[in-house]
């Protein structure tokens, strides 16, 4: 069974910092993407940034790129969210999420808020 373990979540102010991690357990697939969702109250989810386990390429929303940064870490299967210079509107739930062979799994989220 994958299991996704989010991490790192909390209450910060405009312009800090903060640094997501999700644990992946429970898999064995070779070719997979993992990253970032989020969901504010009243929005739809929204992609946020992944990795394909592949070749390392990344994806960044428009809306974080040049303030957030995802790195991962193989050996440890696990995927980092460095997010930094954050803004009022990055307040969500923040969900991590493995896709491979069609098939969507996500981590029950961590709630990052920022006050302004």
Same mark, same amino acid.
């Given at each position: 069974?994958?299991? $996704?373990?989010?991490? @790192? @979540?909390? $209450?910060? =102010?405009?312009?800090?910092?903060?640094?997501?991690?999700?644990?992946?357990?429970?898999?064995?697939?070779?070719?997979?993407?993992? @990253?970032?969702?989020? =969901?504010?109250?009243?929005?739809?989810?929204?992609?946020?940034?992944?990795?394909?386990?592949?070749?390392?390429?990344?994806?960044?929303?428009?809306?974080?790129? @040049?303030?957030?940064?995802?790195?991962?870490?193989?050996?440890? %299967?696990?995927?980092?969210?460095?997010? %930094?210079?954050?803004?009022?509107?990055?307040?969500?739930?923040?969900?991590?999420?493995?896709?491979?062979?069609?098939?969507?799994?996500?981590?029950?989220?961590? =709630?990052?808020?920022?006050?302004?």
């Amino acid at each position: 069974e994958v299991q $996704l373990v989010e991490s @790192g @979540g909390g $209450l910060v =102010q405009a312009g800090g910092s903060l640094r997501l991690s999700c644990a992946a357990s429970g898999f064995r697939f070779d070719d997979y993407n993992i @990253g970032w969702f989020r =969901q504010a109250p009243g929005k739809e989810r929204e992609g946020v940034s992944c990795i394909s386990n592949s070749d390392g390429s990344t994806y960044y929303a428009d809306s974080v790129k @040049g303030r957030f940064t995802i790195s991962s870490d193989n050996a440890k %299967n696990t995927v980092y969210l460095q997010m %930094n210079s954050l803004k009022p509107e990055d307040t969500a739930v923040y969900y991590c999420n493995l896709y491979s062979r069609g098939m969507d799994y996500w981590g029950k989220g961590t =709630q990052v808020t920022v006050s302004s």
